[in-house]
């Protein structure tokens, strides 16, 4: 419905909101449009003063990822799941903090022996956001229907401005030709 519709709503707008450099090249490319970037915000003060607690030997690495699990991402969360999994000499585990109700995950396939799901509210997030050792910024490899690789090659999603400001390191683990890719290497942000 959405492909049907569109050209026809984009046309009655002058200037059109989107999210990030890549979207706005494709409604440029697609309709001619002109468009605005709205950054993604974040509020510092939520993520400053924070004292890392100290390093005690621990033998589990955090890798966390919050936020919604869309079909943009199931897929490469998956793909963690069993990393995390069926190699436990990594002594890993992979923490989904989503919306999404951990018995939802499940059914998802997010589950398992090194797999923690929770729901959490901002704050809670935030916290987890600073301790974590590794974030986790996914984006399928495999997409059924234009839509969805339009999606994952323009995705540029709220939590990363999140992710930058917690300080820790970031693995994204999403096809080359992702927003997220890209930008990791061209900024250095993280580990692609």
Sequence with gaps: VGRIIE???LRAVDTALVTGGP????????YGLKTTVLLHSVDLNKYTGFQQPARQEKKVTDILFTGSVTLAQRG??????????????????????????????EEMGIA???????????????????????????????????????????ASPSKLPEYLAA??????????DSYYARYAREEGFGLV
């Design 7 to 9: 050209p026809f709503l």
């Design 76 to 105: 490469a969360i998956l793909d963690m799941v069993r990393v995390v999994n069926e190699f436990p000499e990594l002594d890993a585990r992979l923490i989904v903090v989503s919306i999404e109700s951990p018995h939802s995950l």
């Design 167 to 176: 300080g820790r390191p970031i693995l994204v683990y999403a096809p080359p």
């Design 112 to 154: 398992g022996p090194r797999v923690v799901c929770r729901q959490a509210d901002r704050e809670y997030i935030r916290v987890l956001q600073r301790s974590s050792d590794i974030h986790f910024l996914p984006l399928a490899f495999e997409c059924h229907g234009m839509n969805h690789r339009i999606i994952v090659r323009t």
């Design 23 to 30: 979207t706005q090249d494709y409604y440029q490319e697609r």
